[in-house]
């Protein structure tokens, strides 16, 4: 028991890195993983553009290839967390209300990632209850409420 304990100790300090990642032939993508051992890897950011279904934290099994790059082979273990995206318009993404629901996702817990300027996504751990479709609404709602001045 003791040395799993070691084992996973270890794997948890070790850093995300960047690997060559192949999900289908002729294409390959730079995604950020940490190694757990053989041939094993835990998704530290989530892959776009890949016909096959992965989240952030999904453990996946790749074989390397003799040109350095991973070629997915299977999702070993699905992440337990629960993912949500939207594709958000410019002007929202630089606003103080982004920023507002991006600080709401990280006292939850939450991941999030922004690709591609728009593409917005949450990773939420099993254990929070929080919802960030009701957070971005409330959100939303305030921003668009008249403040009062003090009478």
Request: aromatic residues 12%; contains cysteine; glycine residues 6%.
């Amino acid at each position: 028991m003791k040395d799993e304990q070691d084992k996973s100790e270890l794997i948890s300090m070790q850093e995300s890195q960047e690997i060559r990642l192949s999900f289908e032939e002729g294409w390959e993508s730079i995604e950020y993983v940490t190694p757990l051992g053989g041939n094993m890897f835990r998704l530290d950011a989530t892959p776009l553009l890949v016909d096959v279904e992965v989240a952030y934290g999904d453990i996946i099994e790749a074989e390397l290839q003799a040109n350095g790059v991973w070629r997915f082979c299977r999702v070993v273990t699905r992440s337990p967390w629960r993912h949500w995206d939207w594709i958000l318009d410019k002007d929202f993404v630089e606003s103080p209300a982004f920023l507002a629901w991006q600080q709401a996702i990280e006292a939850h817990g939450c991941v999030w990632e922004r690709i591609f300027g728009g593409v917005f996504l949450v990773h939420l751990p099993p254990e929070t209850d929080f919802d960030p479709e009701l957070a971005l609404e409330q959100i939303i709602a305030r921003q668009k409420s008249p403040v009062k001045p003090d009478e």
